[in-house]
């Protein structure tokens, strides 16, 4: 027998589930361009600050060099002094790429941690899965778009270089910092147009992620009745439809009150409201009953309401125990009921 078809969409536990596995509709291409455009605009901003540490560092060892002998302290200190320097120069731009990124997977997936992620799995580390992996659809297909994306920014880049040797040309004769600017200037703005393609490649490449995650986290009719009766059958899940369906019941029930005749008490736990219409009921109806809390807030919502309320301890537990909601008296309780709701008409007619 065939498999069935997986045309139904992911429910929110399987949803639920794949998140918790680390499968998510997630973009790096997305990663990249953001982390690109947050380059440019950092060392827009900060050029000059760049610039003049890197001309105060060239001076620094520049003045060293008269009087340095190569041994391997010295070494020692030329690496350990380089290295101090750069990372004062770019420690705050790799700070701001963490939080940017951190931002960027947020944005797309949410705040989430998954364990399951960290967990070691033996096939993952397979060597056999791994050529299988290697050699998959998957990776081919992104084997293609690493290769399509570096033809097109290769293309972009000889069509600018090609563009713009005329202007190389002519300036290259002027002073060094009116060359220097010039290029400068040429640097960032391929920077820019590569941007835009890889823009564009990342909104495409979002937009596919998430359909294909979509599809892979797909149900078939089968997997979704048999995830619906797991969840039926789960005590928890009852108890919380159950309440559910109480708390709706018992909001009905309160809106039906403020319909009601007269309310029936016994005074201080019972509460029954009645109803009687001629035209549409045999006998008088029960449209809310309740004890102690409930049975306060049915008073609560009569005098609210000016509806009357009269005391009758032994007809309200009557009525209470014998009659459901939304159901009619029974005959025996005819005559106690229809002498309060002939008093109850005098009330308002006297009104």
Do not use: C
């Not at 944005?107 to 941690?113: A, L, S």
């Not at 200037?185 to 294909?212: C, E, G, M, N, P």
């Not at 019941?249 to 201080?268: G, L, Q």
């Not at 309401?305 to 032994?314: F, G, H, M, Q």
């Amino acid at each position: 027998m065939p498999d069935e078809e997986k045309t139904e969409p992911a429910t929110p536990k399987r949803r639920q589930e794949a998140r918790e596995e680390g499968r998510v509709a997630k973009s790096i291409e997305l990663n990249t361009a953001f982390l690109i455009l947050t380059s440019i605009i950092f060392f827009y901003f900060n050029a000059d600050k760049v610039a003049t540490s890197l001309k105060e560092s060239l001076i620094y060892f520049f003045s060293l060099a008269s009087n340095f002998e190569i041994n391997l302290d010295s070494v020692f200190f030329l690496f350990k002094t380089s290295f101090d320097l750069m990372l004062k120069i770019l420690l705050p731009f790799f700070i701001v790429m963490i939080i940017i990124s951190f931002f960027v997977n947020v944005i797309q997936v949410g705040f989430h941690i998954t364990p399951k992620v960290l967990e070691i799995k033996f096939d993952k580390i397979n060597p056999v899965n791994g050529l299988k992996n290697l050699f998959s659809l998957r990776s081919f297909g992104e084997l293609i778009k690493s290769l399509l994306k570096a033809g097109v920014m290769t293309y972009i880049l000889w069509i600018f270089i090609k563009h713009n040797i005329p202007v190389w040309l002519e300036v290259s004769g002027q002073p060094t910092n009116v060359v220097f600017l010039t290029l400068l200037k040429s640097a960032f703005l391929i920077v820019i147009y590569i941007l835009i393609f890889i823009v564009f490649v990342a909104i495409l490449d979002y937009l596919f992620q998430r359909y294909t995650f979509e599809k892979s986290i797909m149900m078939t009719k089968q997997e979704v009745k048999d995830e619906y009766k797991q969840m039926e059958g789960d005590p928890k899940v009852k108890q919380k439809i159950r309440s559910m369906q109480m708390e709706m019941a018992r909001r009905r029930m309160m809106e039906e009150a403020k319909k009601a005749d007269v309310v029936i008490t016994n005074p201080t736990h019972y509460a029954v409201a009645l109803k009687y219409d001629s035209n549409s009921m045999t006998a008088p109806k029960v449209v809310a009953k309740g004890i102690n809390l409930i049975a306060e807030k049915i008073k609560q919502i009569a005098k609210e309401n000016d509806i009357p309320i009269v005391e009758k301890p032994e007809l309200a537990r009557e009525l209470y125990m014998k009659v459901n909601i939304d159901k009619e008296i029974p005959e025996e309780l005819y005559k106690a009921v229809a002498e309060i709701l002939a008093y109850v008409y005098r009330l308002k007619r006297a009104s």
